[in-house]
């Protein structure tokens, strides 16, 4: 087997485990350590792993797992990953998870830290609140004042209060993280059918409950083995997937999306892993640093304000031409309101630009494809044959 | 002058088509079909392409071209969907035609287009098979018949007797009940016809079809079906527009055939260089993407 193969079978089977063994083996190897997991979208991870905590990406239970108590705790205009988070909660495959943090994605994350709070009282769980005012001297002093007090908290939990030192080390370690995906997504965009998207998702969820030091062997791994073996180019579209930020859409889908003719060249999948664009500072306080980094070079998505009036029409123009790509998929999950609020708003400003895009929505739990194969083959054809491609 | 492939990969059939074009000319060159009956989807679609590929008698292909469930084919350039490839298949082989009715053995579809081939509108069957070439194949086995057979037998009818148009497990139970009451198998076949003609001229007035619409996919040979469809037509259609069914003996490979020629489109768009199919190598190099 290939490097490639078996690279993506570790990261297939890590995907899979709902139970969650890769994060629960290296808590067992090291009996000092502790897990903190969190909530899309957003969460400084480099705080949680210099405060001596494995970092644990919570997504749901995608679809392989039968919502039975999940379902009591939600209307039925609540979308399914709360019920799926839920769910994993009380059939115990999160009672290695020392805390968890919320980050504020939306209302339902919020009021889903609250049921945390409540169903377990001896876990520390905190609701992170992401500054919205990209203002250094208003935003950013109030992350940093939130920083300094997550970093005495999960000190706290761990035992461990993170130094400087641990801060900047983390810094550089997550550097090189972001460093890694925004190489694997250029390669990605470059030669989109030696890179399926595929293949890239299941390599970031599982570096999303895996040590980061392991994402990054594999990762660059990977980026050194996707010339082996890789899938025949194809002449297909070029398109980017917009909205799928928080509940993450089925492994189907995605496979549907590229089978039915599409290159995926830029997406919001797991975008909480790239959200800093940039490499965070490693000189000077470290806690500044990532405050300022948050404020000054984050990822543009729906769940940050966005100051700028026009700032939501021109985005999609701006990402299709820096990916090279022909139209968008506006591919939401059902209720979600971030990114249902914001796709009237990006679809016109794409439509006056030009730009083809479909929208359809989908749940983490979806099992039928057909009508996103017909709705993307479609879409495909029409760029192809009536488009500009 | 470029060399295309079209492979269509149906639920019940592969259809590969070879053809040549220059400009707007297209001609088919050799073609090949074959049930697929249980066998690896892949190995019969390596079968109907090598038969064709042998009877053209080129060496290089510069686009190969997939349709249908043909996604996974790895030899293929390019995919496209079943009713852009039907479309333009049909406008090939019927250039008065201004739709076309897909009949395939799992589902049916008609499809409206412009001049040019482009989808204008669609409608597909429901769910139920009552439908589609596999309820007829069915049907034809419950009366030891074979798929030939049927449109002629068919024609022959001089009662029709009515069967379910909704579902087909209570259509297959009507036919049953028909054998034991003896009613002749040319009035039970046409019987299903109507029944079938009448969904397809339902389906064809949704979409607004006016003037020729080609028969296209596995059924549209059976002259049986489309006489049924076009009477069918005939009786229901309330708003008098004009609408002749017409069939065509190539009908089956209208969707290799659109395929391989949208194939040259793309072919002639990208500017891809060199082969994308030669008889040593199946790839196309990665650094003429």
Known sequence: MSNRKIIIEWALGVYEDLHFTAARETLSQNPNLKAVGFLPVYAPREVIVASSMLPVGIYGGGDQIEIIRGDAYYQSYICHLPRSVIELAQSDRLDFLSAVLFPSTCDVIRNLSGMWQVMYPDLYVRYLDLPHVRDPEVGGKFWERELRTLIDKLGEVSGHRASDDDLRAAIHLYNEVRWVIRELYRARSAEPWRLPTEELYLLLRAGEVVAPELFLDKARAYLEAIHEDSPPMKDRSRVIVVGTFCEQPPLGLIKTIERAGCWIVDDDLLIGNRMLTRDVQTQGDPVANLAEAFILHSEKTSVLYEPDPDGKKTLMAQRVRAAKADGIIFAAPSFCDPALLDRPMLRSGAEEAGIPCIAFKYAENTGQFQQFREQAGTFSDSIKLWGGS | ?289
Request: glycine residues 12%; charged residues 20%; negative net charge.
């Open chain 2, 1 to 289: 002058m470029s060399v295309t492939a079209g492979i269509d990969v149906g639920s019940g059939a592969v259809k590969a088509v070879i053809m040549t074009s220059q400009g707007d000319e297209h001609r088919i060159i050799a073609k090949c079909v074959s049930r697929i009956r249980r066998r690896e989807i892949v190995a019969v679609v390596n079968e109907v392409f090598s038969t064709a590929v042998d009877q053209a008698g080129v060496e290089a292909i510069d686009y190969v071209a997939t349709t249908g469930e043909g996604e996974d084919i790895d030899f293929a350039t390019g995919h496209f969907y079943g009713m852009t490839t039907h479309a333009r298949g049909g406008l090939f082989l019927e250039p008065e035609s201004t739709a076309v009715l897909d009949v395939g053995a799992l589902h049916s579809r008609a499809v409206l287009m412009n001049r040019q081939g482009k989808v204008l509108t669609y409608k597909m069957t429901s769910q139920c098979a009552s439908g589609s070439g596999q309820f007829l194949e069915n049907i034809a086995r419950y009366l030891g018949v074979s798929q030939a057979e049927i449109g002629e037998l068919s024609l022959q009818a001089d009662d029709p007797e009515g069967v379910s148009s909704i579902c087909a497990v209570l259509a297959e139970t009507d036919v049953i009940n028909m054998v034991s009451r003896g009613i002749s198998t040319p009035n039970i076949l046409r019987g299903i016809h109507d029944s079938m003609g009448g969904r397809f001229a339902r389906l064809l007035r949704s979409i607004g079809a006016v003037g020729v619409v080609l028969m296209t996919g596995g059924l549209a040979s059976d002259v049986g079906l489309v006489a049924a469809t076009q009477e069918a037509i005939n009786k229901h259609d309330k708003f008098g527009r004009p609408l002749e069914i017409k069939g065509h003996p190539d009908s089956i490979f209208a969707g290799a055939i659109g395929a391989a020629i949208w194939g040259d489109f793309r072919h002639m768009k990208l500017d891809l260089g060199g082969a994308a199919w030669t008889k040593n190598s199946t790839q196309r190099s990665s650094s003429a993407a």
